[in-house]
């Protein structure tokens, strides 16, 4: 059963406009999300977190929601530029420690 | 520099023949874990530790072995390789404060490509 769902495998934005990738999850005990970024050939590195007691967290040019109510989270990247084309990868965390990543979103900006 | 090692970075080994992959961070981390990356599956936790001698199951731990006998270090086990345990193998570590703000600060090492034939 798949707690963290990501039902893009793939996304292509134009450089310079928005880029909103999405993530669901299944457990309400979940009490923080996380998204990584996956570059080919190196490991993933963290990109912004949100608590659960915040529905919004910014950071530079990503923003990640988070909407309780409908178990949705989002980021935001504005401008998308060509060093964003990664594997993002949405994850959470129940409170025993462990850590449950969705399958992963390649994203692709266009020239 | 803050860094995750993991040796080797591609193995190709032969079914039944014990191995190791080797962690090692310099970051003094108590938390250490590691993942496997499969097509179409995302990452998945294999094991963690919260410090020396703690070490805990994740969600597939099956047909693997961990140790945690010093904090720096956390080398993954296959005692008995099989080609279903064909994967892309990344450790992790981070500060281990609090619950899921550990994952605020961890650094995931380069990454370990298996083969089992």
């Known amino acids: 059963d798949q707690q963290v769902k990501q039902n893009s495998p793939s996304l292509s934005v134009q450089e310079g406009r928005i880029s909103i990738l999405n993530c669901d999850y299944t457990n309400s005990m979940f009490d923080y999300f996380l998204w990584y970024k996956k570059y080919p050939a190196e490991g993933p590195t963290f990109l912004i977190s949100?608590?659960?007691?915040?529905d919004k967290n910014e950071d530079g040019r990503f923003t990640v929601f988070l909407n309780k109510s409908a178990k949705h989270l989002s980021l935001h990247i504005v401008p998308s530029q060509p060093g964003d084309s990664a594997v993002y990868f949405c994850?959470?965390?129940?409170?025993?420690?462990?850590?449950?990543f969705g399958k992963g979103t390649r994203l692709h900006i266009l020239p | 520099e803050a860094q995750v090692t993991q040796n080797p970075r591609y193995l190709i080994t032969v079914t039944g023949k014990k191995l190791t992959v080797t962690c090692s961070q310099n970051m003094n981390h108590e938390y250490m874990s590691w993942y496997r990356q499969d097509p179409g599956l995302g990452l998945r936790q294999i094991y963690y530790?919260?410090?020396?001698?703690?070490?805990d199951k994740g969600d597939v731990p099956e047909g693997y072995k961990v140790s945690r006998k010093e904090k720096r270090n956390f080398p993954l086990i296959l005692e008995s390789p099989s080609p279903n345990q064909t994967s892309l193998y990344f450790c992790?570590?981070?500060?281990?404060?609090?619950?899921?703000?550990?994952?605020?600060?961890?650094?995931f090492g380069q990454g370990t490509r298996l083969t089992v034939v």
């Open positions: 994850a959470a965390t129940p409170r025993d420690d462990k850590i449950i």
């Open positions: 949100i608590s659960s007691i915040k």
């Open positions: 530790s919260m410090n020396v001698e703690v070490t």
């Open positions: 992790a570590s981070s500060l281990g404060i609090g619950q899921g703000e550990v994952w605020t600060e961890a650094f």
